[in-house]
Structures are given as C-alpha cells and as structure tokens.
C-alpha cells in the first residue's frame, strides 16, 4: 500500500485524463502557500507568503505539470493575502490586507498594475476573499474594527469603488469569510458570529447595491460547542451549501450545512476525521474539502455529493516527519482537483501544491523539486532499511519515460507494482508500506527502456 501523497499520472493528451502530481517548492525561507487556482492556458497560479525580515507575499506560475515558469513578488509591505482570481484579460486580482484592506492587480505575467485600499472611517480592514462577478465586477468580503465587523466591498475592474458597507448581528464580533453570488445577482456570505457569548456559523444575504436582506446565524449554545462557515456555494435549487469547522468539546471536525434562500437551516453534516475545515471546491458530482487530519499533521482530503455523503476520505502526507498543512483546494478543468498549502517543520515551511484526479487520488509523490535536474538514472537504497512497517524508495529519472517500480518476494513473485507509468524527468520518492506482509527478504527493480537496477530491502515485523 502507498501512502497518497501524488505526483504524475499522464496521458498524451491534458483533458483525455487527469493528471496528478504533487510538489514542493520552496528555499531558505519560510514560505506558505495560501491559495491555488488553475489559469486559462491549463498551467497554475499559487499565491504565496515568504517570511523573512519582513512577510513578503509572491505569484508562483507553474505549467499543467507543475514545473515552474516564473515567480514574482507582488507585496512586501509585511501585510498578508488570502485570495486570487484569474481575469478575463489573463491577468490577475489579489485581495488581502496590509492595514487596510487591499486589492492588488497584475497582468499575465504578475506585474502589478494597480494597487488599492479600501476602508470605513480609516479603520482596520481586511479582505479574507475576492470573487469576480457575472458583470466583470470584483466583490470581496472581511472585516473591519471597532467593534469587529463583517465588511463587503464592490468594485469596478479597475478597482474604482462602487459600494462599502459593514454588517453585525453581534456586539461582540462579526467576519465574512466568502461571498457567493447567485443567479439573480444577490449575494449570499458566511462567516463567524458571536451569540450570547457562543461562536456560531454566519449566513446572510446582501443586494446587489449592498444593501442588508437577512443574517441569520446557525450552532447550538451548548458547553464547548462553537462553529463558523468558510466556504459557500448557492445552488440551481435555491439552496446554500456551507462547508467550515465546528468544535464539540476540545474535538474539532468539518461541517457541511444546508440552508435554503432565507436563512432557514435545513441540515448538517459532520466528518469527524478532519480536525479542522479550512477549504471547500464543487464539482458536477459534488463536492471536494481540505482540511487538517485528527492529528492535525496531515492534510485531510474528503470527497462527498451533493447532499453531504462522504464518497472518498483521503490523507495526504509528502514525508512521513514533516507538517501538511492544505489552505485551499479549487476544481480543475480535467475533474481533478488543485490543493495548496505547506510542508515541513515548524521552523522549516515550503510551498506543497497537490494536484489530484477526481476523487482525490494522486499516486506517486516528489519531494523538494528543485531545478537541479538529474544527471544519471539512478536507483537508491531504500530507508529505513530493515523496517517494520514504511520505508521510503528514491530514484532519478534522467529523461522522461515509461518507468516501472516493482517489488518481489524471495520467490520472485510480484508483490507490489508501486510504479507502471510515464514519468518527466526529476526526483522520485516512494513510499512503501508492507505491514500486509510477513517478514522477510524483499527486492526491490527499476525498469526503463536503458536503465534497470535492483536492491534488497528487509522487512522486520
């Protein structure tokens, strides 16, 4: 069995299959990826932070394999970005904050083209997302202080402004995490509420001028119970489909929540696998979260339907030591999926983008992509070695090729085809785990069209 930690699956043609891949990015700095989409020529767009000095927030352009193209940095005024959006131009629209809330604009290729802030009475002010509108108009949503309030801005293309306003159902605290329009240009937003003292999810509905309709707020006001909504979707149905994280005690899971056009609630669904919601997609067959595994290491991936069902529950670990951590997942034009984040340690972060097929797979995994290519083809000696459970297989690929990775019995039997499939060139690193074997002598063969090597491994239960 292979940990699901992704990287390349492909076929001749991009859309005839899905292609899966899994890479990190990064140097001597910490850096986090915060947000992912895929861009109109079938590559990928990844919205970063770098900690040095002082936060610096970069574009990262990647092809439809992951390979980098370019990298550019857009900020590095110490404030921090949450959200990007592809124009119609190309180009690109990031939203965030660095003291007042800010909208960044860049052509194709991340040169910035204008940059704005926006703010009520010279509050703070923040944006959590930017969403571009049926009309090529920008709204975004967040808050601002004094008290804390949920806050929406809209726009023209050109950042001009054409409405603020900021909403409150509580004294205490109000936040817009995401805005969703519908198809009668309304505009329906969740967050976090406070209730008489209990976090609750937030729902509500604005006009297209911005003024308030209804906010309505949704959990229980039990001991330890608290809740909120990142992500909204609004259905053909006329009904509101919310994905976020609700606490029961010191136990955190994923919420997904029903609600119909006026607020009502009308159910809920929890997984308790995820420790904490942090990112939801939808697709035609449903929909695709991300969020942190009940160890709060691993990235937790759930595929579920329409209606909440779960389909696929997925963990995704790119080393068996580090700390993954998945931001925020989007839909591919291929019916896969597009997850951004970071790996590493707590003082050692990079950039871990996981690009799946549709119902979360990603087979095969690379560690640190870096553009020191390989020279040779090359097999390594797998570690740990012996082992009682995992180990872990790397090798080079010189040229991209058809590659097969196979593991034997001492009665040479296959036991494992870890690898049959084309492979680009780079660093490749496996991971194997044998607990459905006994102990014992196992080996271990790389095959290409000019390359074959094999080595032992020793199993120890």
């Not at 034009?333 to 996981?354: A, C, Q, R």
């Amino acid at each position: 069995m292979i940990l699901i930690c992704g990287i390349f699956y492909m076929s001749e043609y991009l859309y005839a299959q899905t292609v899966t891949w899994n890479r990190v990015y990064g140097g001597s700095q910490q850096e986090y990826g915060k947000y992912g989409i895929q861009t109109f020529d079938g590559g990928y767009i990844i919205l970063a932070e770098m900690d040095s000095l002082f936060r610096r927030t970069f574009l990262l352009k990647l092809d439809q394999y992951g390979n980098k193209e370019w990298e550019k940095f857009i900020d590095s005024s110490g404030g921090g970005f949450r959200c990007i959006q592809q124009t119609n131009d190309s180009g690109y629209i990031i939203a965030g904050w660095t003291g007042k809330a800010r909208l960044i604009r860049t052509n194709k290729t991340g040169i910035q083209i204008w940059s704005k802030e926006y703010s009520i009475n010279n509050e703070f002010s923040f944006f959590n997302k930017v969403k571009i509108l049926s009309d090529g108009n920008f709204i975004m949503c967040g808050n601002n202080s004094s008290p804390r309030r949920a806050y929406f801005v809209k726009t023209d293309s050109s950042g001009n402004l054409i409405w603020q306003n900021s909403y409150s159902n509580s004294t205490y605290f109000t936040d817009a995490f995401d805005v969703a329009e519908s198809s009668d240009n309304f505009y329906y937003i969740t967050g976090l509420t406070y209730i008489n003292g209990y976090a609750k999810t937030l729902i509500g509905k604005i006009s297209n001028s911005g003024d308030q309709i209804w906010f309505n707020s949704h959990g229980s006001e039990e001991k330890g119970d608290a809740e909120l909504g990142k992500v909204i979707f609004v259905e053909s149905d006329n009904l509101i489909s919310v994905g976020g994280s609700l606490r029961d005690f010191y136990n955190f899971k994923g919420h997904f929540s029903k609600y119909d056009t006026s607020g009502n609630f009308i159910y809920q669904r929890l997984y308790e696998s995820m420790d904490e919601f942090h990112s939801m997609s939808k697709s035609k067959s449903g929909y695709s979260m991300c969020g942190d595994d009940a160890q709060g290491s691993k990235i937790n991936f759930i595929k579920i339907t329409n209606e909440g069902i779960e389909v696929n529950n997925i963990v995704f670990n790119s080393n068996l030591n580090s700390l993954d951590y998945g931001n925020s997942i989007n839909t591919t034009l291929d019916g896969g999926f597009i997850i951004t984040g970071n790996t590493g340690m707590e003082k050692n972060k990079d950039i871990l983008v996981i690009k799946t097929d549709s119902i979360g797979y990603a087979p095969l995994q690379i560690f640190n992509f870096t553009s020191n290519f390989p020279e040779t083809f090359k097999l390594y000696q797998n570690f740990p070695n012996p082992f009682n459970s995992s180990t872990t297989i790397k090798f080079d690929v010189y040229k991209s090729t058809n590659v097969k990775l196979f593991i034997y019995n001492s009665l040479g039997q296959v036991v494992s085809r870890l690898i049959d499939k084309y492979l680009l060139f780079g660093s490749y690193s496996v991971n194997f785990n044998i607990e459905f074997l006994g102990s014992g002598v196992f080996y271990y063969t790389i095959f290409t069209k000019n390359y074959s090597d094999t080595k032992v491994m020793i199993h120890l239960k």
